[in-house]
């Protein structure tokens, strides 16, 4: 809209065109005050009826909430005023008028559940503090990106549509492609492969994935972001260290860049940065002291896979983010190199927060032969990955990476309770639109 001031930006002495949503009408009598909001903040309109033109009195006032409107007129200053200026309208344009029954309450005085927020998206975002989490999850994003390019990591897109799964066939979305057999992506994992395996070596992607989660939690999206990383030449302990990375410079550009976002979500005195380094558990000490916690009913043993509640003991007792190396063999996929000396032992290492697991990942098979063997020993035809598995063939590099939950990190960061509140039109098994 040409030549329209952003609330925020109104200074006294001005004379402006603002625009935005109608967000409150006060009416005090002989005094009126509308107040206007933008992406910005708010601004005070005063209507003093005795003085000004009564069409321009019945228009400013007579609008619903959440009507957009258009407001030229003088800016001043006003220390009564919410931000210290309002205007005085000259005209008042009602661009757009709301229907006066809401489905949703902007003002957030009436709350409303989960469910009615996510049908009502384009309302619930005139809050801020749901405002606050889409600008601080681009925030993120952004740091994330540069962090990676500091690293010297090129960024990738890779498809979407799919012929096999790698994360476990139970969760692939099926689809038809052309008449033939075809699948939503469950991870970028081999491409990132294939591109880290060329001299392109150090590779990051940040996009969806599509998993058929039977489960409903507050932690399953069936369409989530992934924030993929592959590195040739690195082990395991490198990727883990780029990994803590990426999360810390997260941390660090939400407490660095994201002040009023925070305060919007009442964030602003707890905030912090997590402190030291991640400490390393192995898999084998991660049982040991889970079972000494004494949560769960059943011991664990060399070779279980960790419980939710066994997750959630190990996170108090720890109580900080941590990762769990060296998982058995059999837990971890096919991609995932044993270690050398111990082929029960896998490379595969986790980073944890204390709610729940963030990042999987590890060094990976790279050698053709025993790779095959990999796939066999999961039951998995190797003929239907030769795409993948012949460049293996051609000079392949040791190389290993992980998947970063994009919206798990959000999660975590802001102690949101549930994943669906760090997407903006999220897909679980009810939820197909908006
Ligand atoms: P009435 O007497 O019929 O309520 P009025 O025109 O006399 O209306 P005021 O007495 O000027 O209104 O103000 C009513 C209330 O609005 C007061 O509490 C005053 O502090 C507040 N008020 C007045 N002007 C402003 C302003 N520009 N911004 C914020 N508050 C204001
Ligand atoms: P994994 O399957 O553990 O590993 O996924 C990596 C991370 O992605 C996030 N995540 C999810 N977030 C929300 N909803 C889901 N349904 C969901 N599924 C996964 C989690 C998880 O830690 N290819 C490997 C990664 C690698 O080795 O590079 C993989 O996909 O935060």
Redesign the pocket.
């Given at each position: 809209m040409q030549d329209r001031t952003y609330t925020a930006a109104a200074e006294p002495g001005d004379d402006a065109t603002v625009a935005g949503w109608v967000h409150e009408i006060r009416d005090?009598?002989?005094?009126a005050?509308l107040i206007l909001r933008d992406a910005t903040g708010k601004i005070?309109v005063?209507f003093?009826k005795d003085d000004m033109d009564e069409d321009l009195v019945e228009t400013g006032l007579g609008v619903s909430r959440e009507s957009v409107v258009s407001v030229t007129g003088s800016v001043e200053e006003?220390p009564?005023?919410p931000t210290g200026v309002?205007v005085t309208p000259e005209t008042v344009e009602v661009i757009s008028e709301a229907e006066p029954e809401l489905p949703l309450d902007p003002s957030g005085k009436v709350d409303a559940d989960l469910s009615t927020r996510l049908d009502n998206r384009t309302l619930d975002l005139r809050k801020d503090e749901v405002q606050a989490i889409f600008e601080i999850r681009a925030e993120i994003l952004r740091a994330v990106r540069d962090q990676f390019r500091e690293f010297r990591c090129t960024e990738i897109n890779t498809p979407k549509i799919v012929a096999t799964g790698t994360e476990g066939g139970t969760e692939l979305f099926p689809i038809t492609y052309f008449g033939e057999e075809a699948f939503m992506n469950q991870s970028p994992q081999l491409f990132k492969q294939l591109i880290a395996g060329s001299n392109v070596e150090r590779v990051f992607e940040i996009g969806p994935i599509f998993r058929a989660e039977e489960h409903n939690t507050p932690r399953h999206l069936n369409e989530a972001t992934s924030i993929d990383f592959e590195g040739a030449f690195c082990n395991a302990d490198d990727a883990m260290d780029v990994a803590e990375g990426v999360v810390r410079a997260a941390y660090e550009a939400v407490n660095e860049n994201c002040s009023d976002e925070l305060e919007a979500l009442g964030l602003a005195e707890e905030f912090e940065v997590p402190e030291g380094e991640f400490p390393r558990l192995s898999y084998e000490e991660a049982i040991e002291r889970i079972n000494a916690t004494g949560e769960l009913d059943e011991q664990l043993v060399w070779g279980d896979d960790l419980p939710t509640e066994g997750e959630k003991a190990l996170g108090e007792d720890v109580g900080s983010h941590y990762f769990i190396t060296d998982w058995p063999s059999e837990i971890k996929p096919f991609y995932i190199k044993d270690h050398d000396d111990d082929e029960q032992l896998s490379t595969g290492f986790d980073l944890m927060h204390p709610r729940m697991e963030l990042v999987s990942g590890g060094q990976r098979e790279h050698r053709h032969q025993a790779l095959i063997e990999g796939f066999e020993q999961q039951g998995l035809d190797p003929d239907q990955f030769e795409y993948y598995t012949k460049m293996f063939k051609y000079g392949m590099p040791p190389h290993a990476g992980f998947g970063l939950g994009g919206e798990r990190l959000i999660m975590t960061i802001l102690g949101l309770d549930n994943i669906r509140e760090a997407v903006l039109f999220p897909r679980d098994r009810q939820r197909l639109s908006p």
């Amino acid at each position: 809209m040409q030549d329209r001031t952003y609330t925020a930006a109104a200074e006294p002495g001005d004379d402006a065109t603002v625009a935005g949503w109608v967000h409150e009408i006060r009416d005090l009598g002989g005094i009126a005050f509308l107040i206007l909001r933008d992406a910005t903040g708010k601004i005070q309109v005063k209507f003093e009826k005795d003085d000004m033109d009564e069409d321009l009195v019945e228009t400013g006032l007579g609008v619903s909430r959440e009507s957009v409107v258009s407001v030229t007129g003088s800016v001043e200053e006003e220390p009564r005023a919410p931000t210290g200026v309002e205007v005085t309208p000259e005209t008042v344009e009602v661009i757009s008028e709301a229907e006066p029954e809401l489905p949703l309450d902007p003002s957030g005085k009436v709350d409303a559940d989960l469910s009615t927020r996510l049908d009502n998206r384009t309302l619930d975002l005139r809050k801020d503090e749901v405002q606050a989490i889409f600008e601080i999850r681009a925030e993120i994003l952004r740091a994330v990106r540069d962090q990676f390019r500091e690293f010297r990591c090129t960024e990738i897109n890779t498809p979407k549509i799919v012929a096999t799964g790698t994360e476990g066939g139970t969760e692939l979305f099926p689809i038809t492609y052309f008449g033939e057999e075809a699948f939503m992506n469950q991870s970028p994992q081999l491409f990132k492969q294939l591109i880290a395996g060329s001299n392109v070596e150090r590779v990051f992607e940040i996009g969806p994935i599509f998993r058929a989660e039977e489960h409903n939690t507050p932690r399953h999206l069936n369409e989530a972001t992934s924030i993929d990383f592959e590195g040739a030449f690195c082990n395991a302990d490198d990727a883990m260290d780029v990994a803590e990375g990426v999360v810390r410079a997260a941390y660090e550009a939400v407490n660095e860049n994201c002040s009023d976002e925070l305060e919007a979500l009442g964030l602003a005195e707890e905030f912090e940065v997590p402190e030291g380094e991640f400490p390393r558990l192995s898999y084998e000490e991660a049982i040991e002291r889970i079972n000494a916690t004494g949560e769960l009913d059943e011991q664990l043993v060399w070779g279980d896979d960790l419980p939710t509640e066994g997750e959630k003991a190990l996170g108090e007792d720890v109580g900080s983010h941590y990762f769990i190396t060296d998982w058995p063999s059999e837990i971890k996929p096919f991609y995932i190199k044993d270690h050398d000396d111990d082929e029960q032992l896998s490379t595969g290492f986790d980073l944890m927060h204390p709610r729940m697991e963030l990042v999987s990942g590890g060094q990976r098979e790279h050698r053709h032969q025993a790779l095959i063997e990999g796939f066999e020993q999961q039951g998995l035809d190797p003929d239907q990955f030769e795409y993948y598995t012949k460049m293996f063939k051609y000079g392949m590099p040791p190389h290993a990476g992980f998947g970063l939950g994009g919206e798990r990190l959000i999660m975590t960061i802001l102690g949101l309770d549930n994943i669906r509140e760090a997407v903006l039109f999220p897909r679980d098994r009810q939820r197909l639109s908006p």
